[in-house]
């Protein structure tokens, strides 16, 4: 048997003992220390809140028949094959690429960057096609080891080290948007949970495609039943840690916006599972192809709706910048007309007086 597969079957007879370690034994009732308050009661709070925003979410049609999503579906999941392999070396070069024009290229810093995230199991490469839409758009990209393995802080110092190391290298800081797919949309959103990350990076949006921020609920798909015992930050049913952070993220504001995408046949991250309490608006990609695999970044149709999304973020970024600027003006040209009245009236006050003849 091939040792990738013994050390996936042992990971994964670990998780699941310990998600059934926390369900059966764990009773003790922890406290968070900065609200006090009780996790799981705050927990509880938080689904009874997010009850009717699930119910609202749309759910994939009965008529919609696996026969009918599955080879749409193979052809999405055939070309993240693909892209995790061969496409690892596309996504290295175009990090390269970016680099090289940031360094060359005075004007570059002035456009917007794309940052993109992959998911669980899933490495850069199974990015770089939507990458390539983002490029011809004429935006700059770059991608983000997501270390999945990671905690959740571990994960988000590991991606603000890399951004870190990509101003250092080339001296530029251009303005960003990070989209990320699953556990990375949960990343991009952690990122965005942290101030001085989203000040010094100058994150400006979120785009978080099939996130899971508070963890997975209700009737489990074929497809979560297989994924739930690999992902236990996910399964807030029997892991506190994915209650804790479920609530966790609840506490958290953002401070960038955040945009929810979620696949209407999306088997793995239901729409109603895709919730997220602060999003700035909740959006869905309709149609056969919009399963997890097809809005992973592999899929033409589902990337070209996403990379529209992106566009809608960027104008609407350049609106505020436009307005600040304008604003900014209307400031100074107010101040200085303001100190020219003042400065007439000190030389009127001051100005000599004459005494009339007699």
């Avoid at 680099?99 to 490469?125: C, S, Y």
Wanted: without cysteine; hydrophobic residues 30%; aromatic residues 6%.
């Amino acid at each position: 048997m091939n040792w990738k597969i013994i050390a996936i079957l042992l990971a994964l007879e670990d998780k699941v003992r310990t998600a059934e370690r926390e369900a059966g034994k764990n009773k003790v009732v922890f406290v968070d220390f900065e609200t006090k308050k009780r996790v799981e009661a705050g927990y509880k709070n938080l689904e009874s809140e997010l009850k009717p925003w699930r119910a609202a979410a749309p759910e994939q049609s009965k008529k919609q028949t696996r026969t009918e999503l599955g080879p749409s579906n193979v052809g999405n999941v055939i070309r993240n094959l693909f892209d995790n392999t061969v496409g690892y070396g596309i996504s290295t070069y175009q990090n390269v690429r970016t680099r090289r024009e940031l360094k060359k290229d005075p004007a570059a810093a002035k456009k917007h960057m794309t940052v993109l995230i992959p998911g669980l199991f899933q490495n850069i490469g199974s990015q770089w096609r939507l990458a390539r839409v983002e490029r011809k758009k004429g935006r700059l990209v770059y991608h983000v080891h997501p270390h999945n393995g990671l905690q959740k802080e571990a994960r988000e110092d590991a991606a603000v080290k890399q951004l870190e190391e990509l101003k250092n290298k080339t001296g530029k800081n251009p303005y960003k948007i990070i989209s990320g797919h699953s556990d990375g949309a949960a990343l991009g959103i952690g990122l965005a949970q942290r101030k001085k990350a989203v000040k010094d990076h100058k994150i400006y949006a979120v785009q978080a495609r099939a996130p899971s921020v508070h963890g997975v609920s209700g009737d489990y798909t074929p497809g979560q039943r297989i994924l739930i015992p690999l992902a236990p930050n996910d399964n807030v049913r029997k892991s506190y840690t994915a209650r804790r952070g479920a609530y966790y993220n609840a506490q958290r504001r953002p401070h960038a916006k955040v945009y929810v995408v979620a696949g209407e046949h999306d088997g793995l991250v239901k729409p109603s599972d895709a919730v997220y309490k602060h999003a700035k608006a909740h959006y869905l990609a309709r149609g056969k192809q919009s399963t997890h695999f097809g809005t992973s970044g592999g899929n033409p149709d589902m990337n070209k709706l996403q990379s529209g999304h992106i566009d809608d973020i960027v104008k609407e970024h350049k609106g505020e910048l436009k307005r600040e600027q304008e604003a900014k003006i209307r400031g100074q040209y107010k101040g200085e007309a303001n100190a020219k009245y003042q400065e007439r009236q000190n030389m009127r006050e001051n100005k000599p007086k004459t005494k009339k003849a007699a």
